[in-house]
T-cell receptor
């Protein structure tokens, strides 16, 4: 069965304390892996797309990486405004479907 | 402004009363989809559409219908809502199936 698993479920960091979120997947063919940020009461907001193993993308304090079985979202020196739920989604080769993980709730305290 | 617009934002209804949630996008995107979001389960795809008149089931299609008669609109229809369809619903669109998706603001549906 195609699955996308995110860990940890929740993460509390002090401002400036770097960490990583994990997204592991078991799907039959990958046509893209996406990271989204979701604030309470709002729709997900696009962060990154990764298409092949070894690919990396950066945006401000965030960096996403991809291997054949998992992706990491690295957060460097986070600030309170980085607090949100981070969602990983995988677009599968077969079926034209997007499968989301359950998300990681990040809280950054000042 | 590029956007995906859902209506209504909030809806309380009774079991069995047909309802429609509208979704419209102004970006000329080909791919549109509907999701429901429940605590602990994340976003699950209900239906998607590759283009006009082309729709297909996602992972949780039971109890829902969709139509894509125009490129910009993708309404979600609940013919006979039940309490287990109480959820937060999101519509999304993207240029192609495996490119970045733009999400609507969400519709919080309660079925009593």
């Amino acid at each position: 069965e195609d699955q996308v698993t995110q860990s940890p479920e929740a993460l509390r960091l002090q401002e400036g304390e770097s960490s990583s979120l994990n997204c592991s997947y078991t799907v039959s063919g990958l046509r893209g892996l996406f990271w989204y940020r979701q604030d309470p009461g709002k729709g997900p907001e696009f962060l990154f797309t990764l298409y092949s193993a070894g690919e990396e993308k950066e945006k401000e304090r965030l960096k996403a990486t991809l291997t054949k079985k998992e992706s990491f979202l690295h957060i460097t020196a986070p600030k309170p405004e980085d607090s949100a739920t981070y969602l990983c989604a995988v677009f599968m080769e077969y079926g034209n479907k997007l499968v989301f993980g359950a998300g990681t709730i990040l809280r950054v305290k000042s | 402004e590029a956007q995906v617009t859902q209506n209504p934002r909030y809806l309380i209804t009774v079991t069995g009363k047909k309802l429609t949630v509208t979704c419209s996008q102004n970006m000329n995107h080909e791919y549109m989809s509907w999701y429901r979001q429940d605590p602990g389960l994340g976003l699950r795809q209900i239906y998607y559409s590759m283009n006009v008149e082309v729709t297909d089931k996602g992972d949780v299609p039971e109890g829902y219908k969709v139509s894509r008669k125009e490129k910009r609109n993708f309404p979600l229809i609940l013919e006979s809502p039940s309490p287990n369809q109480t959820s937060l619903y999101f519509c999304a669109s993207s240029f192609m199936a495996n490119t970045e998706a733009f999400f609507g603001q969400g519709t919080r549906l309660t079925v009593v």
